[in-house]
């Protein structure tokens, strides 16, 4: 079925005009509202976060704050990237097991001294130390964006 553009729909409607408003005024660009980050971390059986993390949904603008925030601790901004980009749980997990090496890796992002190339291969030398990372570059570039204070990254997804 081909996509129909709303400017290009004559006087017949061809899509569901109550759905389209419905979802204009309740969307909300960048966030995951069905899940809240502290409810994603207790179904993958991990422990609580410590600050703003706890709110209901996070979004874009709320993660690239945490990050910025001096007062918000490393773990809480790591695993609310990670929250957020809804990494399997299996998979946090396995990266939880080796939790204070990601730490150190989104501190010196949260420092601003890297440039997106070297955060990257930053995060590539960490994964490469590990035997099962439980992390991979869908996963360092979403990081790299919200975590470095520029956030001039690019997130690479499917």
Known sequence: MPLILK???SSELRYHADRYDYFRSVARPGARPETSVSTWLQS???PALASVAETTSIGRRELKEMAENPDCPD???LWAILGWG???RDHARTLARNEDKWLAVGNR?????LSRSEGYALCHA???SITRPGI???YFTKLIFFAEPKHDGYIMDQ
């Open 7 to 9: 400017e290009s729909i």
């Open 44 to 46: 993958a059986g991990l």
């Open 136 to 138: 991979g570059p869908a």
């Open 126 to 128: 960490v994964m490469n």
């Open 86 to 88: 809804k990494m399997r």
């Open 75 to 77: 773990r809480d901004a």
């Open 109 to 113: 992002l949260r420092s601003g001294d």
